[in-house]
């Protein structure tokens, strides 16, 4: 596993060692002991989430409020791009971006720490994303920033208008959502 800085140095891009012949390939999408040696993440998962998109769905930017969760995300179908806002007040990134493609053939996947908002944008066909949780979908802590906001300036990769559910039209501005003052309480949320 090779572990790659991003332009946020919380925010981890990992690359997995792939074994491949003419049957196939494989690879270790996770080993706790390595992921806490290299990218220096001890954590504990308590969620396994699916999901499959079509082309230019944009899901996010998600986050909690309580119970902030860390992901570690891949796609294994399809590419995305992935995006990570630092919401931590008092970070010296707070409301900076990270964005990188991920996808079935690079086989990378991103840390996106606790204390960040998060969402991604289907390139291909259709995507199907998988991501573990440093802790569980809390509903009534979930809020959701506007996908296009100009304080963020996200540079999405598309042409056109992206397919947003209901609930990620109603996001809000950056500079009016809640965000987490205590960025030592984000990082310990985090194990």
């Given at each position: ?48 989430n699916h999901s499959r998109s079509a082309r230019n ?115 809000v501005a950056f500079s009016a959502a809640e965000v987490f003052d205590d960025m030592e309480k ?6």
């Amino acid at each position: 596993m090779k572990v790659i800085a991003t332009a946020i140095p919380d925010v981890l891009l990992i690359e997995p060692r792939v074994f491949g012949d003419e049957r196939g390939f494989f690879f270790e999408s996770y080993n706790a002991r390595k992921f806490a040696e290299l990218a220096g993440v001890t954590t504990g998962f308590v969620q396994d989430n699916h999901s499959r998109s079509a082309r230019n769905v944009l899901r996010g930017l998600h986050y909690q409020v309580k119970q902030p969760q860390g992901k570690l995300v891949r796609v294994v179908a399809g590419e995305v791009f992935d995006v990570a806002v630092d919401i931590r007040k008092r970070s010296p990134t707070y409301g900076k971006w990270a964005g990188f493609r991920l996808s079935a053939e690079n086989k990378r996947m991103a840390w996106v720490p606790p204390g960040f908002a998060h969402g991604f944008l289907v390139l291909s066909e259709y995507a199907e994303f998988l991501y573990k949780t440093t802790d569980y979908w809390a509903p009534e802590h979930e809020r959701c920033i506007l996908w296009n906001d100009p304080d963020l300036g996200i540079a999405w990769p598309m042409a056109g208008e992206p397919l947003l559910s209901v609930k990620d039209r109603q996001g809000v501005a950056f500079s009016a959502a809640e965000v987490f003052d205590d960025m030592e309480k984000a990082r310990k949320a985090c194990g």
